[in-house]
Structure formats: C-alpha cells, structure tokens
C-alpha cells in the first residue's frame, strides 16, 4: 500500500523511538535495535559497528533474547564488532523476560499515560519547519533522532531536570545531586555545575555569565575546531553531560573527567559516519580537541 499519508508515517518512526522509552517486559513489542529500552540510547546507536554488521534489523527484543544474537549477524565480524558483540551479550544476560507487556513512556505524557497533544504537535512541526525557523536548525544536524529530541527539550525548556520535575510534584526539592551546590535548572546542569563549566573550559568553549539553554546553538566556536557543524559537536558534549547526570542520579555510577572526555571521543567516532563523506575528517579534529582536555 502506497501514499503520501505512509510516507509520512514511515518517515516519523525514527522520531516516534526517539521520544519513547521502553520498559521491557515480555519483549515482543519493542525493537531491538531501533527502541530504547537499555540506557538513554538505542543498540543501534551506541553499538554502530557491530549493528552494520546485522542481518536482521527488525527483530524484537524477544526473538533476541530467546534465539540469540550470533545468528542474526553475518558469519565474519570485524575485531570492533566482535568487541561489542562480546559487549552486548554481557548486558543481554542480565535482562530478564516477563509475562507482561512491554511499556513504553514519553516525556509527552502525564502520570496516567495520556499523550500531552499540544507539547507534542508544537516538536513535530519544529521538526518540519524550515532550519532558520524557531532556530530549529538541529533537525538538520548530523546528530540521531535521540540527540535531536533532547535539544528540542532543552531549547524548549521541557528538559526533565529538577526544576521541572519539581513544578510537576514529581520531587520534592531542586538540588542538583551532581554537586548539591545549586538548584539543578538546564543552564546549571549543561553550563555551570562545575563538572560541566570544567568541561567547557577545557574544550576551550568560552561562556557567558548570562548564557541560557536557548543559546545552546550559538556558543562561541574555539579556533581549534572546525565551523562545519559545530552545532553536532556542542549536542554530543550536551549529551553525555546528559548521560552523566543521570548516571549519577538513577545508577550511582562516578565518571571522572578523563572518563568523560573518553566517551566523548567514542561517540565523536560513531557519529562520524553520520557526516557527509566530505567532512568524515571532521571527526578526527573533534577527538583531538577531547584528547587535549584530558
């Protein structure tokens, strides 16, 4: 069946996993490579090289975990893939299946799991308009749905930090619990917790002491990076700032600085073969910036 109407729908899958979130249960309704239901990513994203190397794109997390993974790959791996392989098999033995359905959240719903509709068609028409409207140009950038979403909630205002989380009755204080120094709004938690301003201050990112989540596509370019999209550059550091914090809230997990910068330059590789094939060296530039402010 054809049309402009299944055009459209195919083309707002990537969107509609992006903004979702699965809580896994029997498995059989959530993407395996596609869905996020491990972390803030999906395997697809975090594990590009050895997802290149998949025969199977559309299978469930169900058909994974019962059948295994191998058998859903081309026979020869390479070395990188054959590491995540070994990677994801780890993770993949610490799910556990159970008789109930999979559940699937979105910052786009209320307590009760009614869609919040106007939130939601205000991202879908950002993601449709033109680039210089609304300052929407990071639909266009060369990073995933997931990144892209993320920037619509912090230039939006609707990111999940505490002050938000607070307004909705959802916690009963603002602290930030990265450094309990502050309350934790979106400028506190991407600019000025002194984690985030050290990172900054090391990749050479001057920022002003009045710069707010709306300028996040408008900092200041250090000379040591190229202008071909920096806006990618300043969502992935956005990101894993991101991730740390959560990390730090919902897992307990400690990241130093040099951890950090590390990730940073996994993600600089993996998001390399999103780039044109005329900027592919983009990418190496970015990865010397974050080994310099090791």
Known sequence: MAGAHWEVMRDMLPLYQAITSVSIGNG?????????????????EKFQALY????????????????GLRQLLVPRLTAVAARELQEVNGILSGVALTDAEDRRSTPFAVADGALITSGLYKMIKSSRDQPQQMDNSFWRSCAPPRIQFFAWLVLHGRLQCKTNLFKKKIVDNVTCEVCGGAPETT????FFCPFSA????????????????????????????????FDTFV???CWQLWKRRNGIVFRQESMSLLQFMQNCKLDARAWSCRLP???????????????LAM
Do not use: N, Y
């Open 198 to 229: 050290t990172v900054w201050q090391r990749l050479g990112v001057q920022l002003g002491e009045d710069v707010t989540a709306r300028d996040l596509l408008h900092l200041q370019r250090p000379e040591s990076l190229p202008p071909a999209h």
């Open 52 to 67: 290149s190397h998949c025969k199977e794109p559309k299978q469930s997390v169900h058909t994974v975990i019962s059948g």
């Open 28 to 44: 059989k309704a959530t993407a395996f490579w596609h869905d996020v239901w491990l972390g803030e990513e999906s395997i697809a």
């Open 187 to 190: 400028e506190h938690l991407l």
């Open 277 to 291: 094939r005329r900027d592919m060296s983009v990418s190496d530039l970015w990865c010397s910036a974050f080994s």
């Open 235 to 237: 969502l992935l550091c």
